[in-house]
């Protein structure tokens, strides 16, 4: 038996200051994220700001955000699945072709955010699989995004790894994420938002004063729908990215999955983010006492990052975790999420 264990940790941890400013009360909220350095890609260019339009497109899917669900369904269909989130909504997930992978947040019967990164999609206005280099000549990336709502002000500071590797940009009403492929130097997916699902989710530092919008307060039940559903999300774009990159996709194996969410909720409980668990061993001691019989595994790990998506675009931007992501011996993955700690666990099945 041969076992990949990657090294390469993606952890992210929230804390907060508070700082008072004259009379009102501004408060920071930082995300940390530590991981490989990504490369310097190409600096905006020094484009006149008349010549970079910030107006919402005239069509693709960011023209969804703020519509009914059923002009969703009007431009997609019926989703196959339809997921929870941690976040106030509910993800439909359209599936059935990866070249036209999508996930569609719905809440209150209203599109509040689209992640888009099947091939065949229109996200204008970019593109996926756009050259990053296209993408920082046609719009203006700041590295601050300000956001007035309600009497309230909200202040998202992006540092030079988000500015690289997930920029935001605003079209009008809108918010899109960018998640760059740092090996390929492309545009891997998008993230449409509005302005409440941005503030609930903070992918980035936020200064705010006033009121901050929260996400709501979950009950157990509900946490385990929510990774059931974050778990079968991190099985399709780990085939999607596959068959992006002319791979076999992976299929799913009960066993595998239950191993990696027992890792996952080991993990969350004794605070220990770690490939070896104190209690249950190694990848091999866990996969043994499991019954699953393998010839080759690997295992990918996260924490805190705020979904499936995100999680996965991160993995995807680290060597040791992409290997794992695009190891062709590989046959079979099991995902297991306990709240905001994720594992893969990958296995080559003996061939008959």
Known sequence: MRIIIVLTLFLSIGFYINVKDDNRDEVLIKDHHTSEMSPTLPKNPDIKQSKISRERPKEGLSLLIGK???AMEKELG???RIDESAFGYQWYIY???YARYVQVGVEDNRIVTVFAIGENLDVAPFEIGQPVEEIFNTQFIDANIEIDKDGSSYRFEL???DLNIRPIVQLGNVYVQLYIDKFTGNLSSVRFLDADTLIRQRPYELVYSGK???AP?????????IEQGAEKQIFDLTNVLRVRHHLKPLLWDEKTAQV??????????????SHTSKKFGSLSDRLKSAQVVYQTAGENIAANYIDGPEVVEGWLNSKGHRDSLLNTDFSHLGVGVYQKDYTQNFIQKWKQ
């Open 217 to 225: 307060v979950l009950s157990n039940v509900m946490w385990r729908r």
């Open 212 to 214: 901050l919008i929260e």
């Open 95 to 97: 599936n059935s072709d």
């Open 159 to 161: 540092n030079d790894t």
């Open 68 to 70: 009914k669900r059923s």
């Open 78 to 80: 019926k989703p196959l």
């Open 260 to 273: 990696a969410y027992e890792h996952s909720k080991d993990m969350a409980e004794n605070n220990d983010f």
